[in-house]
């Protein structure tokens, strides 16, 4: 039971980080199928970013993990740039500039991480190591039966996830740069007649995105992979913005969707092992959290309101 | 005043191959793709390698130019055909993703579709041993039915419950994923390749090393029915009342519906067409350029369609060029790597930045069109 709880937490609570990337940036009306090729990218410039430092400074990558979540966040926000140019600059479909920016990412970082692996460290190798990040138990807490299970063996990047969650959702529904960046998603046009610049809202959320997801692709990183290599694309971007479309792009219930995602992944591996099937079994329990998405959205999609001006390009001129 | 002018005028120039309206549909693509060649020299220059020769390289592995020496039963015509083998999937999904553009619909379940369809011909046909008349159009049905049905149940979720086809289709890309794995390590492992076990060659849609004028060769039968179903979706598209009421229910939902258009129908019919699109290309990926499956992976080509099937315009003619591009990069690697020595991950890197570049095709052509308002104004106040 403690494993379910503590594996599926540290699933649920990365997707959680970059769905609210999705929703910022779809809230201002940009579709972002991005998310994907942001976590990898970002992930890319962490692990880049880490291996490196441990080999200038002779130190331990594992005890890189907040340089690399640093270096993460701007790696992932610098890619985003690319989305942000090309679906509010240059008026590209941003549907396709979204698939579009996925496969280059998967593209670049592969290329660049055996490239870079032949010519720094002289090795073929397609990637980079990292380990997995240190964990802690809060004592005390710990000992409460079933929530107990949340306080042990937390993995550090949790906490800064449930900060920083509680500080974005703070600033889309109570600051004015929140409601600003709502408005822009579903009337553009009254945002502009307010005075405020479109443009520079959508843009700003796009970057957010790529910030969070970015965060997020380096958490997977240093937890589940223990490395970095082209098994970060393994589809997480596509399962947040499920999870958010799920939640009505709002962030209360995504979280509950991103919750029932890390439980039932947990929960199924768990069941798997507890009734020591073999391994070819565990497939069949994986797909539990997938299926479940699907019965659950038959009834409660039928209210489900994309915001009104998503993904249209807007056009100050347009009535 | 007169230095802007000047300017205006210059990149006005430079834009001239792409100006005019009529034929922008093939030149904004072209101008992508020589940009991104551009970009990929550079890269290969930085690395230190001559671009021309591993462009050339790239050709020659792709059986467009003719390599320096070959193996035994090996000549530029057999590297070209293992390209049109290698391009027949492609072509099927990028207009599968195409077809449900039309109707506003993003199909992102491609790979799903695909391997549903290939696992469900593998265990039907290709281990039944049955003779290759019968086989080869069987693998075919039950690729088309398969798909279908498939797209269609994304379709009809949308419909009857809004469910979004983008949570539809990953949604079910995982569960095709991991329930095929279960049942192909279940019963139909191959314990040596880890993959499933072969399928018979008459059930397979592409003839392996066939023996012709002393070359051996692999014929895909699927390329001929690819082009063929290219210029019959045209036709469908553009003549035909379901094409043209798929697309209305694409460019606006509402208008249609006032019109009288069904626009559940249509959705759950596009979906239908996309899904057997996708279903063809699983069948002649799965039971063609390959002979069995390997567990728990989605094929690349799922993803790599949406963005063909845009460079092509979602266009079907469009899209057999730039499957024949993608393909070609694709299959050129690998020579191009072992002759120029430079890493073969490169050629993603390539068409990554071609569709990069193409989805400012939509900036380029309205860039063309006020610069040319602006020449105009120019002409007329100096005249």
Redesign the interface.
């Known amino acids: 039971m403690d494993t379910i709880i503590i594996d599926g937490l540290s699933f649920a609570l990365p997707l959680f980080i970059m769905a609210i990337g999705g929703i910022y940036s779809e809230k201002s009306g940009i579709t972002n199928?991005a998310l994907e090729g942001f976590q990898g990218f970002g992930a890319f410039i962490g692990a880049l970013s880490a291996v490196l430092i441990a080999n200038a400074y002779g130190t331990d990558v594992e005890n890189l993990f907040y340089v690399a979540l640093l270096f993460a966040m701007i790696g992932g926000m610098g890619f985003s740039v690319?989305h942000a140019v090309?679906s509010i600059?240059?008026?590209?479909?941003q549907?396709?500039?979204g698939?579009?920016?996925?496969?280059?990412a998967?593209?670049?970082t592969?290329?660049l991480t055996?490239?870079i692996n032949a010519l720094v460290f002289g090795a073929a190798s397609d990637k980079f190591r990292l380990g997995v990040s240190e964990r802690f138990t809060i004592e005390g807490l710990a000992d409460i039966p079933v929530i107990g299970a949340v306080f042990t063996d937390v993995y550090p990047f949790q906490v800064i996830i449930i900060v920083i969650a509680i500080f974005a959702w703070y600033v889309l529904y109570k600051t004015r740069f929140g409601l600003h960046l709502r408005a822009s998603g579903e009337n553009p046009h009254s945002v502009d007649a307010a005075g405020v610049d479109v443009a520079k809202i959508r843009f700003s959320a796009v970057l957010i995105s790529g910030l969070l997801s970015g965060l997020a692709g380096m958490c997977f990183a240093y937890s589940i992979s223990a490395q970095f290599s082209s098994s970060i694309y393994m589809?997480y971007g596509?399962?947040a913005?499920?999870a958010l479309?799920?939640g009505n792009w709002k962030i209360l219930p995504t979280l509950a969707a991103c919750l029932l995602f890390g439980f039932a992944k947990s929960g199924g591996t768990f069941i798997s092992q507890a009734l020591a099937l073999p391994s070819?079994?565990t497939?069949?329990f994986?797909?539990l959290p997938?299926?479940l998405?699907?019965l659950l959205?038959?009834f409660f999609?039928?209210s489900?309101q994309?915001p009104r001006a998503l993904g249209e390009i807007y056009d100050k001129g347009k009535r | 005043m007169s230095k802007n002018k000047k300017k205006v005028s210059l990149s006005y120039r430079l834009l001239w191959p792409i100006r005019n309206e009529k034929w922008q549909p093939i030149t904004i693509p072209v101008f992508s793709i020589l940009i991104s060649f551009i970009a990929a020299a550079i890269v290969i220059l930085l690395l230190g390698k001559n671009p021309i020769i591993a462009f050339y390289n790239l050709f020659q592995g792709a059986g467009i130019f003719p390599k320096a020496s070959y193996a035994g039963y090996k000549s530029m015509l057999t590297d070209f055909l293992s390209l049109l083998n290698a391009m027949t999937p492609l072509i099927f999904a990028s207009l599968a993703v195409a077809v449900a553009l039309k109707a506003g619909l993003f199909n992102i379940g491609v790979s799903g579709q695909m391997l549903v369809s290939g696992f469900l011909a593998t265990i039907i046909v290709g281990y039944s041993g049955l003779d290759a008349f019968i086989a080869k159009p069987l693998v075919l049905m039950i690729g088309i039915v398969a798909g279908g049905l498939m797209g269609g149940l994304v379709g009809w979720l949308k419909y009857k419950f809004n469910i979004h086809e983008v949570v539809t289709t990953i949604m079910l890309n995982y569960i095709a994923q991991y329930v095929i794995s279960f049942f192909i390590h279940m019963y139909y492992i191959d314990p040596v390749s880890r993959q499933s076990k072969y399928i018979t060659e008459a059930a397979r849609l592409t003839l392996v090393d066939v023996e012709l004028a002393n070359l051996k060769m692999d014929i895909s039968l699927g390329f001929i029915l690819a082009i063929a179903i290219a210029i019959f979706i045209k036709f469908l598209m553009d003549k035909t009342v379901v094409g043209y009421e798929i697309k209305a229910v694409g460019s606006n939902r509402n208008a249609a519906k006032y019109t009288g258009i069904k626009v559940g129908k249509n959705t759950v019919l596009a979906m239908v067409i996309s899904g057997s699109l996708a279903g063809l290309a699983g069948v002649t990926y799965y039971l063609g350029y390959f002979a069995s499956i390997q567990p728990k992976v989605l094929s690349n080509i799922g993803f790599d369609s949406i963005a063909v099937a845009l460079l092509g315009n979602t266009h079907p003619i469009g899209i057999i060029f730039s499957s024949f591009l993608v393909s070609i990069i694709d299959e050129g690697s690998t020579y191009m790597s072992s002759q120029a020595g430079i890493r073969q991950e490169i050629a993603s890197v390539i068409i990554g930045l071609i569709l990069l570049f193409s989805a400012c095709g939509a900036y380029l052509k309205h860039k063309v069109s006020s610069l040319k308002e602006k020449e105009v104004e120019r002409k007329d106040s100096e005249s």
């Not at chain 1, 600059?89 to 479909?93: D, P, Q, S, V």
């Not at chain 1, 698939?99 to 280059?104: A, D, K, S, T, W």
């Open positions: 199928l690319i090309l600059k240059f008026k590209a479909n549907v396709i500039s698939v579009v920016i996925n496969i280059l998967l593209a670049l592969t290329f055996t490239q589809g596509f399962l913005i499920a479309i799920f070819s079994f497939d069949l994986m797909i997938y299926v998405t699907l959205l038959i999609s039928k489900n994309a």
